[in-house]
């Protein structure tokens, strides 16, 4: 097996040897431990059949892990600048394809066709670039890829808010956005000194399991999704008043609105933060035919 590219007196004299400066604005922060990439593709689950997508190789820290333990790596690489290196950093591994698109552009559905062929089991394993995390895993899971499920580093905040039960703080809309698609839960809390540099805030690990089918039942996906953005506009209103303050023509359509919690058996007094996913589909399935 070859040297590890992420130990920090490799990764060192990879960035010396190319002049590399990281960009900030491009949430460049790498990865300088090697045995976390090796949690990190353990909790992937990864096999010989497997195909593994990644967002962001950086220098290739991660992705040549993911090239030990999957049959193809397909990895998505915004900057220009880190292409030379991957060519030589990766040279020992021939399953591994780099596409220079930013990954919010990248037609991923149409690359995995071209690149996967014969691959049933897709994994996303990345050590995501963190001012875009949200967009990028909301993208993958609302683009219907055929994904088995995702394993990404991402701030903890955002970790604890993705997995999060009702009745906490952290619950929101992107807990359930989440969580509709698939089980989320978080594996690892890791320090800041694995990366290089140092982010400023604390980083976790999450490992997101594609359900079979959506979590609950509702008839129209996007106005679901609008209604949980409605109900927690602001958290300490109640259900009622955010709807009524947020839906279209909500303030007029009071009345149509109170009768849908009623029929959906949710007291108009609740807060959206206790509301779990199955209620929130009860009240969108309501409230559809007054909306749409
Ligand atoms: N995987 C490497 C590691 O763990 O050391 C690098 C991870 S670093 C946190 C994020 C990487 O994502 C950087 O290489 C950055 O250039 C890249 N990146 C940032 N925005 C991107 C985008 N929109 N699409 C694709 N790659 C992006």
């Known amino acids: 097996m070859h040297k590890d590219i992420a130990t920090p007196i490799r990764t060192k004299e990879i960035l010396k040897k190319y002049g590399f400066s990281?960009?900030?604005?491009?949430?460049?922060?790498?990865?300088?431990?090697?045995?976390?990439?090796?949690?990190?593709?353990?909790?992937?689950?990864?096999?010989?059949k497997s195909g593994s997508?990644?967002?962001?190789?950086?220098?290739?820290?991660?992705?040549?892990?993911?090239?030990?333990?999957?049959?193809?790596?397909?990895?998505?690489?915004?900057?220009?600048?880190l292409l030379?290196?991957?060519?030589?950093?990766?040279?020992?591994?021939?399953?591994?394809?780099?596409?220079?698109?930013?990954?919010?552009?990248a037609d991923v559905k149409q690359v995995i066709e071209e690149?996967?062929?014969?691959?049933e089991d897709i994994m996303v394993v990345a050590n995501l670039p963190y001012y875009v995390t949200t967009p990028i895993i909301m993208?993958?899971?609302?683009?219907?890829?055929?994904?088995?499920?995702?394993?990404?580093?991402?701030?903890?905040?955002?970790?604890?808010?993705?997995?999060?039960?009702?009745?906490?703080?952290?619950?929101?809309?992107?807990?359930i956005a989440i969580q509709y698609y698939t089980q989320a839960e978080t594996v690892m809390v890791v320090p800041k000194t694995v990366f290089m540099p140092q982010p400023n805030v604390d980083s976790a690990v999450i490992r997101l399991t594609t359900r079979e089918k959506p979590a609950v039942d509702v008839i129209d996906e996007e106005f679901f999704f609008q209604v949980t953005r409605a109900s927690f506009a602001q958290r300490r209103k109640t259900i009622l008043n955010n709807l009524?303050?947020?839906?279209?023509?909500?303030?007029?359509?009071k009345e149509v609105i109170l009768g849908s919690l009623e029929k959906a058996g949710i007291e108009p007094t609740r807060r959206g933060e206790t509301l779990s996913l199955d209620e929130f589909a009860r009240i969108s399935n309501e409230l559809h035919p007054h909306f749409k």
């Open 22 to 48: 990281f960009k900030k604005s491009l949430g460049q922060n790498f990865l300088i431990d090697p045995n976390i990439l090796r949690k990190i593709t353990e909790y992937a689950g990864l096999t010989e």
């Open 115 to 119: 690149e996967f062929e014969g691959i």
């Open 84 to 105: 030379p290196i991957l060519q030589d950093t990766l040279s020992p591994y021939d399953n591994v394809k780099i596409v220079n698109e930013d990954i919010l552009k």
């Open 139 to 175: 993208k993958l899971l609302s683009d219907k890829i055929p994904l088995r499920g995702i394993v990404v580093m991402l701030q903890k905040e955002v970790a604890d808010r993705i997995s999060a039960k009702p009745g906490t703080k952290e619950y929101g809309s992107l807990s």
């Open 53 to 81: 997508i990644e967002v962001g190789p950086g220098i290739g820290a991660l992705t040549e892990h993911l090239a030990r333990n999957s049959k193809k790596v397909l990895s998505f690489e915004i900057d220009q600048r």
């Open 244 to 253: 009524t303050s947020q839906l279209p023509d909500g303030k007029s359509k």
